[in-house]
Protein backbone atom coordinates (compact mmCIF):
# COMPACT_ATOMS: atom_id res chain seq x y z
CA UNK A 1 0.00 0.00 0.00
CA UNK A 2 1.26 2.58 -0.69
CA UNK A 3 1.40 6.40 1.86
CA UNK A 4 -0.89 9.10 1.26
CA UNK A 5 0.30 11.49 -1.39
CA UNK A 6 1.41 15.41 0.08
CA UNK A 7 -1.65 18.14 0.12
CA UNK A 8 -0.78 19.97 -3.27
CA UNK A 9 -0.78 23.73 -2.90
CA UNK A 10 -3.71 25.52 -3.23
CA UNK A 11 -4.73 27.24 -6.00
CA UNK A 12 -3.31 30.99 -6.54
CA UNK A 13 -6.83 33.03 -6.64
CA UNK A 14 -8.01 30.70 -3.14
CA UNK A 15 -9.68 32.41 -0.09
CA UNK A 16 -10.06 29.30 1.68
CA UNK A 17 -7.81 29.27 4.82
CA UNK A 18 -4.81 27.39 4.91
CA UNK A 19 -1.42 26.22 6.52
CA UNK A 20 1.52 26.70 4.65
CA UNK A 21 4.92 25.26 6.79
CA UNK A 22 7.88 26.15 4.85
CA UNK A 23 11.18 25.11 5.34
CA UNK A 24 14.49 27.62 3.98
CA UNK A 25 17.83 26.79 3.62
CA UNK A 26 20.98 28.61 3.17
CA UNK A 27 22.53 31.29 4.89
CA UNK A 28 19.36 32.53 6.50
CA UNK A 29 20.44 32.81 10.51
CA UNK A 30 21.91 36.01 11.76
CA UNK A 31 20.96 38.12 9.05
CA UNK A 32 17.88 38.94 10.02
CA UNK A 33 15.80 36.72 8.32
CA UNK A 34 13.28 36.31 10.68
CA UNK A 35 12.39 40.10 11.42
CA UNK A 36 12.10 40.46 7.32
CA UNK A 37 10.06 37.29 6.62
CA UNK A 38 7.43 38.60 9.78
CA UNK A 39 7.31 42.38 8.51
CA UNK A 40 6.47 40.63 4.64
CA UNK A 41 3.86 38.72 6.46
CA UNK A 42 2.31 41.34 7.95
CA UNK A 43 2.79 43.77 4.60
CA UNK A 44 0.63 41.13 2.96
CA UNK A 45 -1.76 40.92 5.87
CA UNK A 46 -4.44 38.69 6.87
CA UNK A 47 -1.45 36.04 8.19
CA UNK A 48 -1.11 34.30 11.56
CA UNK A 49 2.26 32.40 12.13
CA UNK A 50 5.89 32.54 13.14
CA UNK A 51 9.32 32.16 12.10
CA UNK A 52 11.47 30.19 13.97
CA UNK A 53 15.32 29.41 13.23
CA UNK A 54 16.10 25.28 13.52
CA UNK A 55 19.36 23.79 15.03
CA UNK A 56 20.32 22.44 11.29
CA UNK A 57 20.57 26.11 9.88
CA UNK A 58 17.52 26.42 8.44
CA UNK A 59 14.20 28.79 8.80
CA UNK A 60 10.84 27.27 9.29
CA UNK A 61 8.03 29.45 8.59
CA UNK A 62 4.49 28.74 9.90
CA UNK A 63 1.74 30.90 8.06
CA UNK A 64 -2.05 30.61 8.16
CA UNK A 65 -4.31 32.55 6.48
CA UNK A 66 -6.14 32.59 3.02
CA UNK A 67 -4.45 30.35 0.22
CA UNK A 68 -3.31 32.87 -2.27
CA UNK A 69 -1.70 35.34 0.89
CA UNK A 70 -0.16 32.02 1.89
CA UNK A 71 1.02 31.77 -1.67
CA UNK A 72 2.25 35.16 -1.92
CA UNK A 73 4.24 34.93 1.14
CA UNK A 74 5.93 31.37 -0.23
CA UNK A 75 6.63 33.19 -3.53
CA UNK A 76 9.12 36.06 -1.54
CA UNK A 77 10.81 33.73 0.38
CA UNK A 78 11.40 31.85 -3.12
CA UNK A 79 12.54 34.57 -5.12
CA UNK A 80 12.17 37.87 -3.06
CA UNK A 81 14.06 40.48 -2.09
CA UNK A 82 15.26 38.35 1.08
CA UNK A 83 18.50 38.99 3.55
CA UNK A 84 21.29 36.26 3.27
CA UNK A 85 20.98 33.47 0.34
CA UNK A 86 18.56 31.15 -0.02
CA UNK A 87 19.18 27.99 -1.76
CA UNK A 88 15.80 26.63 -1.42
CA UNK A 89 12.60 25.72 0.08
CA UNK A 90 10.70 23.47 1.07
CA UNK A 91 7.36 23.89 1.54
CA UNK A 92 4.06 21.33 2.59
CA UNK A 93 0.16 22.45 2.66
CA UNK A 94 -2.05 21.68 5.78
CA UNK A 95 -5.38 22.65 7.23
CA UNK A 96 -5.34 25.55 9.73
CA UNK A 97 -4.80 24.44 13.20
CA UNK A 98 -5.07 27.91 14.80
CA UNK A 99 -4.18 29.32 17.88
CA UNK A 100 -1.33 32.18 16.86
CA UNK A 101 -2.20 35.52 17.19
CA UNK A 102 -0.54 37.81 14.32
CA UNK A 103 2.88 36.57 13.01
CA UNK A 104 5.44 35.97 15.44
CA UNK A 105 9.46 35.30 15.61
CA UNK A 106 10.33 32.77 17.76
Do not use: K
Amino acid sequence: MCPPSPPVPPAADSREPVRMTAWVRGMVQGVGFRWHTRARALAIGDLSGFALNTADGRVQVVAEGPAERCLRLLGWLREGDTPGRVDGVTEIWDTPRGGYEGFEIR
